[in-house]
């Protein structure tokens, strides 16, 4: 689920760990569900990919797409 794709890929940022295979994978299937994520999920996917370096243009310009309805449920933390 988008939780434990969002908590795995946190934990490896979290230790300083980029696997490039497992990045590409979340990214993957991130981009075909991120309906299905919720504004803390994103937040720590999005951390995460920058916090080790891992460049994925397309999941942020997915991310960036999220109708400005969305927005809302965001807070100044997630959206920092």
């Given at each position: 689920?988008?939780?434990?794709?969002?908590?795995?890929?946190?934990?490896?940022?979290?230790?300083?760990?980029?696997?490039?295979?497992?990045?590409?994978?979340?990214?993957?299937?991130?981009?075909?569900?991120l309906d299905e994520f919720n504004s803390q999920e994103i937040a720590n996917m999005v951390w995460a990919y920058a916090?080790?370096?891992?460049?994925?243009?397309?999941?942020?310009?997915?991310?960036?797409?999220?109708?400005?309805?969305?927005?809302?449920?965001?807070?100044?933390?997630?959206?920092?």
């Amino acid at each position: 689920n988008s939780q434990n794709i969002a908590n795995t890929i946190w934990a490896y940022a979290t230790i300083g760990h980029s696997s490039p295979q497992l990045f590409d994978k979340a990214a993957e299937i991130t981009l075909r569900r991120l309906d299905e994520f919720n504004s803390q999920e994103i937040a720590n996917m999005v951390w995460a990919y920058a916090t080790v370096g891992h460049s994925s243009p397309q999941l942020f310009d997915k991310v960036t797409d999220i109708p400005l309805s969305r927005l809302h449920k965001f807070n100044s933390q997630e959206i920092a």
